[in-house]
C-alpha cells in the first residue's frame, strides 16, 4: 500500500499528479465502470482511499502497455499485478553497457542527484546526437522509469525531477537547430485539453527539428478552436498531437475527428503517443504514428508529395 497517502484519502487532483491520469478519466471510469468510487470530504469534493490509488497506479501501468481500461477496471490488484508480469518489463536494451548507463541514470534519479543526471543526459546527446537520443535512450528510459514508479522505486518527486531534466536538456537542444530549421513543412504542435504531458511533444519536435522541418510549439492543453484557428492563420502544413496512454481514447478519437473536419484540406494531421494504440483504422484521414522514430520517413514522404515550387 501506498503509505504516503494520508489516512483521509488523496484529493483528485494529487490522484492526477499520482497516476498521470486525468481527472475527466478518474470521473468518467467512476460513472461508466463504477471504480474508482472515492468518498467525499466535508466540502463534498472527491478523495481516493491509497488502495484506489495503488489499483490505479497499475492500471496507467497497463495502460501504457497496449492494454484497455475495460479490460482492466474490473481485475482486483493482484491479478492487475500478475497481468503486468506476464507482460514483462519493458527492458532498454541488449546491449549490456547501454542497460549499465540505463541503471545509472536511475540511481542518480532515485538518490536526488540533479547534477549528475543532468551530466550523464546530456553526454549521450552529445554522443548519439538528437534523434539517436530521443530514439535509443529517452524512448525506453521512459519505460523503465515507469516501472520503477509502478514497484515503488520511484516516488512522484522523483519521476518529476527525471521528466524536468528531460524536457530542459530537449528544449535546449531543439533551441540550438532550430535557427537551421525553417524550410518546409511548417509544424504546429500541440496537445488537446486535459493532455497535460508535454514530453511527448517534445520528443516529436527533437526527431523533426534535425531533418530542417518548421516547428511551432503551442504547449500543451489547447483548446480545438485555438489549434484550427492557428494552423489556417500560420498556415501550417501539418499540425501534430501527441496523447499520452492516460489520455481517455474515445475523446481522442472524438477531438481528432472534429480537428479533422475544421482544418484545411491542405493541412495534414498527424498524431501519436501510447493513448492512441490500436486506434489508426478508425481514423483513415489521418496519421497515426506508432513509433516516434517514423517521423523522419514521414517527413520525407510528405516532401516527396508537396515538391517546393521552383525558384524563379
Not at 10 to 33: M, Q, S
Not at 81 to 108: M, Y
Not at 228 to 257: E, H, M
Request: with cysteine; net charge negative.
Amino acid at each position: 500500500m501506498n503509505t504516503s497517502i494520508p489516512p483521509s484519502g488523496l484529493p483528485i487532483a494529487a490522484v492526477e499528479r499520482d497516476t498521470g491520469l486525468a481527472k475527466d478519466t478518474l470521473r468518467v471510469w467512476e460513472r461508466r465502470y463504477g471504480f474508482p468510487s472515492p468518498a467525499r470530504d466535508s466540502n463534498g469534493e472527491r478523495v481516493y482511499s491509497a488502495d484506489q490509488v495503488d489499483k490505479l497506479r497499475l492500471i496507467r501501468r497497463l495502460i501504457d502497455q497496449g492494454l484497455r481500461p475495460a479490460k482492466l477496471i474490473g481485475l482486483e490488484p493482484a491479478a492487475l499485478s500478475e497481468l503486468l508480469g506476464g507482460l514483462g518489463t519493458a527492458h532498454p536494451a541488449a546491449d549490456p553497457a547501454r542497460s549499465a548507463q540505463f541503471e545509472t541514470i536511475l540511481k542518480f534519479v532515485r538518490l536526488h542527484l540533479h547534477e549528475d543526471l543532468r551530466r550523464s543526459l546530456q553526454q549521450l546527446l552529445m554522443k548519439l546526437g538528437l534523434q539517436r537520443f530521443v530514439g535509443e535512450v529517452l524512448a525506453p528510459l521512459n519505460l523503465l522509469v515507469g516501472d520503477a514508479w509502478l514497484r515503488g522505486e520511484l516516488e512522484v518527486p522523483e519521476e518529476h525531477l527525471y521528466t524536468e531534466q528531460v524536457q530542459n536538456l530537449l528544449r535546449a537542444a531543439i533551441s540550438s537547430q532550430a535557427a537551421a530549421s525553417e524550410g518546409r513543412p511548417r509544424v504546429l504542435l500541440t496537445t488537446f485539453p486535459d493532455e497535460q504531458h508535454a514530453l511527448g511533444l517534445l520528443m516529436a519536435e527533437a526527431m523533426m527539428v534535425p531533418e530542417g522541418a518548421c516547428c511551432i510549439s503551442l504547449g500543451t492543453q489547447t483548446p480545438l478552436d485555438d489549434i484550427r484557428n492557428a494552423a489556417r492563420a500560420g498556415r501550417f502544413d501539418i499540425v501534430a498531437v501527441s496523447f499520452s496512454a492516460a489520455f481517455p481514447a474515445r475523446l481522442a478519437l472524438d477531438g481528432l475527428r472534429s480537428l479533422r473536419e475544421g482544418l484545411p484540406g491542405e493541412t495534414s494531421l498527424w498524431a501519436g503517443g501510447a493513448g492512441l494504440q490500436g486506434i489508426a483504422r478508425k481514423l483513415p484521414d489521418i496519421r497515426i504514428f506508432d513509433s516516434i522514430d517514423e517521423l523522419p520517413d514521414a517527413l520525407r514522404i510528405w516532401r516527396e508529395a508537396h515538391p517546393a515550387p521552383a525558384q524563379e
